[in-house]
Nanobody, 124 residues
């Protein structure tokens, strides 16, 4: 079992930056593929970005390419999401997710473990 805890959400003006963190409870999290999803109010959860267990492969939703960057520090069992040039439409609850290694997994059903979410609110 892997427990994930997100942090770093908050309020930010358009054009600003935030860094989200996802801390995992289990030492072996380094073998898991990790991802960030987000869920707008009343809508389905959507993929944002994923990273392979070694950090070599990353893959992004088109809506965040060039603005968001995912990284991981396996020594700290933590994955990060650096969000730059934030837009009001980036306002969502952001969730961290983990699964056994699979590069390119972008669907909710492909992930086994989820955090509780952290709210990001962007204003114009």
């Amino acid at each position: 079992q892997v427990q994930l805890v997100e942090s770093g959400g908050g309020f930010v003006q358009a054009g600003g930056s935030l860094r989200l963190s996802c801390a995992a409870s289990r030492r072996s999290v380094s073998i898991y593929s990790m991802a960030w999803f987000r869920q707008p109010p009343g809508k389905e959860r959507e993929f944002v970005v994923g990273i392979s267990w070694g950090g070599v492969s990353t893959y992004y939703a088109d809506s965040v390419k060039g603005r968001f960057t995912i990284s991981r520090d396996n020594a700290k069992n933590t994955v990060y999401l650096q969000m730059n040039s934030l837009k009001p439409e980036d306002t969502d609850v952001y969730y961290c997710a983990a699964r056994t290694p699979l590069v390119g997994a972008t669907r909710v059903v492909e992930y086994d473990y989820w955090g509780q979410g952290t709210q990001v609110t962007g204003s114009s």
